[in-house]
């Protein structure tokens, strides 16, 4: 088994659930994962599907994670979509969104027009 390039005591071990970030978006790889100090390195194969992947959904490599404040108003919080996401998403002041709530993240999708007409 080898040993793991970090801590330099730990084994290498498979593991199935590697969890990799990219551009804002979760995946699964396989890979090792160091038995003592936990480090993980996931398969080079399969960070580059997933990279390849994200790519299509057109997630990469424009850099997602944006960090704004939440301001009050009235009783509520609202959140402001900066500019160049409304620009590069098309939305407007009658665009509906879904919000979801996903572990401790919020998703907010625009819902598209086209998608609408097929409804
Ligand atoms: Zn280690």
């Given at each position: 088994?080898?040993?793991?390039?970090?801590?330099?005591?730990?084994?290498?071990?498979?593991?199935?659930?590697?969890?990799?970030?990219?551009?804002?978006?979760?995946?699964?790889?396989?890979?090792?994962?160091?038995?003592?100090?936990?480090?993980?390195?996931?398969?080079?194969?399969?960070?580059?599907?997933?990279?390849?992947?994200?790519?299509?959904?057109?997630?990469?490599?424009?850099?997602?994670?944006?960090?704004?404040?939440?301001?009050?108003?009235?009783?509520?919080?609202?959140?402001?979509?900066?500019?160049d996401l409304e620009k590069q998403l098309h939305l407007t002041d009658n665009?509906?969104?879904?919000?979801?709530?996903?572990?401790?993240?919020?998703?907010?999708?625009?819902?598209?027009?086209?998608?609408?007409?097929?409804?």
């Amino acid at each position: 088994m080898k040993k793991c390039p970090v801590c330099k005591q730990g084994n290498l071990e498979q593991t199935k659930n590697i969890i990799l970030e990219i551009g804002g978006y979760v995946f699964i790889a396989k890979g090792h994962r160091c038995s003592k100090c936990g480090e993980e390195f996931p398969y080079e194969k399969e960070t580059q599907d997933f990279i390849e992947t994200a790519r299509k959904m057109g997630v990469w490599p424009e850099p997602l994670k944006l960090y704004r404040h939440l301001s009050r108003s009235g009783k509520g919080l609202v959140f402001r979509i900066p500019t160049d996401l409304e620009k590069q998403l098309h939305l407007t002041d009658n665009t509906e969104i879904a919000i979801t709530k996903l572990g401790n993240k919020i998703i907010i999708e625009p819902e598209s027009v086209s998608e609408h007409k097929n409804i």
